[in-house]
């Protein structure tokens, strides 16, 4: 198995000169009049509607063929409990194993919730300024995408991101991540996550249009980021969000 | 379940506490630890084999050479660990073809050959220009035309161009050292940049990396020394053993105090990552950080070379004290690379939870490939004294 | 020329020569490298250009209404937010190939409850059940139609929505109180539920009719109403449906 690996390796640096070259001329053709200057992207993320249902979980491995086991994620939700003595446990919800699992009574709860997770395309991204080859990169319309093929699986990147919202793809051994679905919002579609949420605790946007569901949302809520301190400026924004979320 | 997998569904049990599920894979395994540790011992042969050059300690002379051809082996080594950890190492190349200049591991390259090309290798040829073609004299017709090619076919033995050799030696050591410092530093940097990671952000961890290579060097050449000259029938010249342990205690001190300020500067900040990193220590380092690194690695070797420096004791047990001390140290060293590489990665990111890292034994991340870098130096080295024994001048000059 | 040459000592311009032979060699490679391997820029171009051209597999909501009356009726009732996908799966090949390639339609129970199973975690005041005993052997499509879900009939019980405080409640040294001796529930209430809302005790004296220490009431804990805290109002303190003090 480790020499097939080796040989196989080791054919894919013959072939590669040629491949990338042929790439880099399929580069020029056309986006389909689909302009990224013109757009800017972010999401923001409603607390208190989540209930927690992981559909946006399953939705996001569907739409975009992330492996199935519970270790890769682009996207997931995190169950809060903050008990009457001040613990505070945490549980990261597994659609397909533990749905309602409830290890504590609930009368020793203080508040419970659940939040969802997914990378905050930062627009100070550690993980852009870590990359040896900048295979990672951030795009003109705010997002932060991976270069599969250039990609040498070094990990510094997933060290980088403070928010565990990487993960070396298991079949292509590069580094993986959420792409806000790039390929849907670009022909003016929601992304996954955001088109199944029963509940709309996820509103999706163009930072740059001045009327869309994310512009309400700014204008209504209290917003807050994850990790403020490290100045990553996340495009994902979260309202009603509790202090002992990290 | 796939088999590929099968491995992180064992990792699930290990994990306490929360942690984020794109943190149950350990990413960084124990080739990450390797590396370090060889750009360490690269560097302290270095900085020992310097002393010599810019600040003129005769007592180490016998150890210059030595100490320069084992920095070379190592810093041949150094990058494989890094190479093989890649998932995919047949793209490495792209490091020189596309650098991202905001990283700190693209100017791995660039630091790299530097070192080695301007530094190591310069000096080395320097050095030993005259021997080279004083060797290929009376060399047979293989070695000859080995030691021919090295010395770049030069044939000039004249006074000004030794004196002119001496003087380049000199110009690159005081280039060098600052390189070396640089190299090292540079490693240091590679996880003090990470403002994610709590245990490895810090402006500290440059230079505690700084002295602890300085620390594993000296002792590297030490112990070197004290197996190859028995082996060779020549006699231990203790008066440059008793120098190195003086130095390497000094470094041993120097390395200890940055290590406490760190660790009490953590401590009383007392920032939002101290529980988390409390736990850390207490659950998942307590044997590799407490035993090992600071009892084991430091503290029993500064009281075996304190003990030796305020009593009168006699050469053998001296010996005796410096190799257990030496050896202490090598272990104490690659624990202290091992804490900072795996316990930056048993913690989550959300300061929640532990998890906990299984060394493989075979396999490309594995234990005997492990052993097989930290031992393929060795090799290196034997074949580089095959070629330029670093006796010879010695021998000469008694 | 050559005086210059005799003036330099033989080791360094044999070093010297060595260097410059293998920097002109460096460069030679660098050069020989085609343009497009060195190019960051057409290298993102590229990794656009592949996640643009990555398959969608969610179709999207708007698409359903083309062929499937449901979508009216669903965009009146409370699943209006609701988008197809979310119980049905992808469907984009179905679009594409309506005949052949047909979405899920799962009617098991346990798709309903995924999201309406009550969990102490989700947000009070969406509508969840506790399914065991809820008509446990029956789907719930028999009462319920899923594009158009209504309670059967106006719930009586203020536990079919407020289980969580109920549940409490029970438990507590209030449990025999009626949820009416407290609040006043207009009848509209229990049809527009966030629109309508059941009354509050607004005043201490509401409260001190059992606690004062005039009251006549029996084997309550008794406070005085003047000294005991009087800049608030009761409930601003304890919780009524888990009063913490005994």
């Known amino acids: ?60 491995k569907e739409e975009n063929g992330v492996p199935k086991e519970p270790f890769y994620f682009r996207t997931w939700v995190e169950r809060y409990i903050i008990k009457k003595d001040a613990e505070v446990i945490v549980q990261s919800i597994d659609p397909r194993i533990d749905r309602i699992g409830n290890s504590v009574p609930e009368n020793e709860m203080m508040r419970s919730f659940f939040v969802p997770k997914l990378c905050n ?9 870590v990359c040896p080859v900048g295979a990672t990169f951030k795009t003109d319309d705010g997002v932060i995408l991976v270069d599969s093929d250039r990609c040498i699986g070094c990990r510094y990147c997933i060290q980088a991101c403070p928010y565990g919202a990487r993960y070396l793809n298991p079949v292509t051994s590069t580094a993986d991540k959420c792409t806000f679905c790039y390929h849907r919002i670009t022909k003016g579609m929601l992304p996954a996550c955001v088109e199944v949420c029963p509940t709309q605790a996820r509103i999706f946007g163009d930072i740059k249009s001045t009327a869309s569901p994310l512009t309400r949302f700014k204008r209504m809520f209290k917003l807050h980021v994850l990790k403020p301190s490290l100045n990553t400026d996340p495009k994902v924004q979260y309202a009603d969000l509790d202090g002992e979320v990290r | ?36 540790y060889l750009t360490g011992l690269v560097a302290g042969a270095f900085i020992l084999a310097s002393l010599v050059k810019v600040f003129k300690v005769k007592q180490l002379q016998p150890v210059y050479r030595l100490s320069m051809l084992t920095a070379l082996s190592f810093m041949i080594i150094a990058p494989l660990p890094l190479q093989l950890h890649l998932g995919h190492f047949e793209r490495s190349y792209e490091i020189f073809l596309t650098p991202n200049f905001t990283s700190a591991m693209a100017m791995f390259g660039f630091v790299y050959a530097w070192y080695l090309m301007v530094v190591i290798l310069l000096e080395i040829w320097f050095t030993y220009r005259r021997d080279l073609i004083r060797w290929a004299e009376t060399d047979k017709p293989v070695m000859k035309f080995i030691h021919r090619a090295l010395a770049l ?84 010249e203790i008066a440059c053993v008793d120098k190195m342990a003086s130095f390497l205690f000094i470094a041993v001190i120097i390395d200890f105090s940055l290590e406490m300020l760190d660790f009490i500067h953590r401590l009383y900040q007392s920032e939002e990552s101290i529980k988390i990193l409390s736990d850390l220590v207490m659950n998942r380092l307590f044997i590799s950080l407490g035993i090992i690194q600071v009892l084991l690695g430091m503290i029993v070797p500064l009281v075996l070379i304190l003990f030796i420096k305020l009593f009168r004791v006699d050469e053998e047990l001296r010996k005796l004290f410096y190799f257990l001390a030496a050896i202490l140290i090598q272990m104490g060293i690659f624990a202290t690379r091992w804490n900072v590489v795996m316990g930056g990665q048993m913690f989550s990111k959300s300061f929640r939870g532990l998890t906990a890292y299984k060394l493989e034994i075979g396999g490309m991340e594995g234990l005997f490939m492990t052993l097989a870098l930290l031992i393929a130096p060795f090799f290196i080295l034997a074949l580089l004294i095959k070629i330029l024994p670093p006796w010879e001048q010695q021998s000469a000059q008694s | 020329m050559k005086r210059l040459l005799q003036k330099i000592p033989d080791s360094l311009l044999r070093v010297g020569t060595a260097f410059i032979v293998f920097i002109a060699a460096v460069i030679l490679v660098r050069s020989l490298i085609p343009a497009s391997l060195k190019n960051t820029e057409e290298h993102r171009k590229a990794t656009v250009e592949r996640e643009v051209a990555h398959p969608v597999r969610y179709a999207g909501s708007e698409v359903c209404a083309d062929c499937h009356e449901q979508f009216e009726l669903k965009k009146k009732g409370y699943h209006k937010n609701l988008a197809c996908e979310t119980c049905h799966g992808v469907a984009k090949e179905h679009t594409e190939n309506p005949g052949d390639v047909k979405p899920v339609k799962n009617t098991k129970r346990e798709a309903c409850v995924l999201c309406h199973i009550y969990n102490p975690s989700r947000p009070t005041g969406f509508p969840q059940i506790n399914p065991s005993i809820h008509n446990p052997m029956r789907l719930c499509i028999e009462c319920h139609n899923p594009h158009d879900p209504k309670p059967q009939h106006t719930p009586q019980e203020c536990q079919a929505c407020h ?58 804990p008794k406070i005085d109403l003047v000294m005991h805290g009087e800049k608030y109002l009761c409930w601003q303190c304890h919780y009524p449906h888990m009063p913490e003090v005994e």
């Not at chain 2, 994610?196 to 020394?225: D, Q």
């Not at chain 3, 529930?185 to 005039?214: L, M, N, W």
């Open chain 1, 1 to 60: 198995m480790e020499r097939r690996n080796f040989f196989k390796k080791g054919m894919t640096l013959l072939t590669q000169l040629g491949v990338l070259s042929t790439f880099a001329k399929k580069a020029k053709a056309e986006t389909n009049g689909y302009d990224p200057s013109k757009h800017y992207y972010g999401m923001g993320i409603q607390v208190n509607k989540c209930i927690g249902c992981g559909k946006c979980m399953e939705a996001c």
């Open chain 2, 1 to 36: 379940m796939n088999p590929v997998n099968e491995h992180l569904y064992e990792m699930l049990k290990q994990v306490s506490g929360y942690i984020y599920p794109n943190e149950v894979e350990f990413h960084w395994s124990i080739l990450i630890v390797v590396y370090p």
């Open chain 3, 163 to 220: 289980a969580q405080i109920a549940r409490t409640k029970a438990v507590s040294s209030h449990a025999r109180l009626e949820c009416t001796t407290c609040h006043t529930v207009p009848e509209q209430h229990k049809i527009t539920p966030r629109q309508v809302r059941p009354t509050i005790p607004s005043d201490r004296s509401f409260c001190g009719k059992c606690h004062a220490k005039e009251s006549k009431f029996v084997g309550t």
């Open chain 1, 121 to 129: 395309h930062c627009d100070h991204p550690p993980c852009v300024q």
């Open chain 2, 153 to 236: 076919f030069s044939k000039d033995t004249s006074e000004e161009g030794e004196r002119f050799d001496m003087k380049a030696v000199k110009f690159i050591t005081i280039i060098g050292i600052p390189s070396a410092f640089m190299l090292h530093g540079y490693v240091g940097f590679i996880f003090g940049s990470i403002k994610a990671n709590p245990w490895w952000s810090s402006v500290l961890i440059p230079i505690v990396f700084l002295f602890s290579a300085i620390v594993s060097g000296i002792a590297l050449v030490m112990l070197l020394y004290m197996v190859v000259t028995p082996l060779r029938g020549e006699k231990i």
